[in-house]
């Protein structure tokens, strides 16, 4: 049994509020969990306190367990400092589109220069 902490949806449309929770991977989002850990409120100002409420102890009792946080939820423990959230590079998203298009038919050019060399490697090969 996998077990995630993760943000399971509440509150009404357009209004949401997550709660925090300890849930077995299989089950729904919004679905059947096994503990409340605390609660997350987007639409609060980034400095209010009241955004985010977390039972600390809770989760790393559950950390301590083998329970993987979702990405949302271990950008919440690295800020509280609880959990190290490993860093991830995505260089494609720098690049502006339009250079990420000529980058991308000059690979494409090359791949078919190089498959065109094999290709007349392999006749004169056979000749």
Do not use: C, Q
């Given at each position: 049994m996998s077990v995630v902490i993760r943000l399971a949806r509440a509150?009404?449309?357009?209004?949401?509020?997550?709660?925090?929770?300890?849930?077995?991977?299989?089950?729904?989002?919004d679905g059947r969990f096994i503990e409340r850990l605390?609660?997350?409120?987007?639409?609060l100002a980034k400095d209010n306190e009241l955004r985010l409420k977390?039972?600390?102890?809770?989760?790393?009792?559950?950390?301590?367990?083998?329970?993987q946080p979702s990405d949302r939820v271990s950008r919440f423990l690295d800020a509280a400092g609880v959990a190290k959230?490993?860093?991830r590079s995505n260089p494609e998203k720098a690049v502006p589109r339009k250079e990420r298009k000529?980058?991308?038919?000059?690979?494409?050019?090359?791949?078919a220069a190089a498959k065109s060399a094999a290709a007349a490697a392999a006749k004169a090969k056979k000749v």
């Open positions: 509150g009404t449309k357009k209004r949401p509020v997550y709660h925090v929770v300890v849930a077995d991977s299989r089950f729904p989002r605390g609660h997350f409120n987007p639409l977390l039972d600390m102890e809770k989760v790393k009792v559950w950390l301590a367990k083998g329970a959230r490993e860093t000529v980058i991308a038919e000059a690979k494409a050019a090359e791949a």
